[in-house]
């Protein structure tokens, strides 16, 4: 749980940053298609083959999005 919530934030973070148009706009979209990625992320952790694999691509989408935004920065 706490590891998806840290992956969407850096989902959050790399999309107010890459995407077009004014902060508050580009802010708000960020937040709302994190929603949908979450949501998505948590749709396939279910049918994930094993608790590990789905920890691991969880880990995997918040250190790339992280480094992501460090880098759009």
Do not use: N
Not at 19 to 48: K, Q
Not at 61 to 66: H, I, K, S
């Amino acid at each position: 749980m706490f590891g998806g919530y840290a992956a969407m934030a850096a989902c959050t973070m790399l999309l107010a940053r890459v995407l077009p148009g004014e902060a508050l706009d580009r802010t708000l979209w960020s937040t709302i298609l994190s929603f949908g990625i979450y949501a998505a992320l948590v749709v396939w952790t279910f049918a994930a083959r094993s608790a590990l694999r789905a920890g691991l691509v969880t880990l995997a989408v918040g250190v790339v999005a992280g480094l992501g935004a460090a880098w759009a920065a």
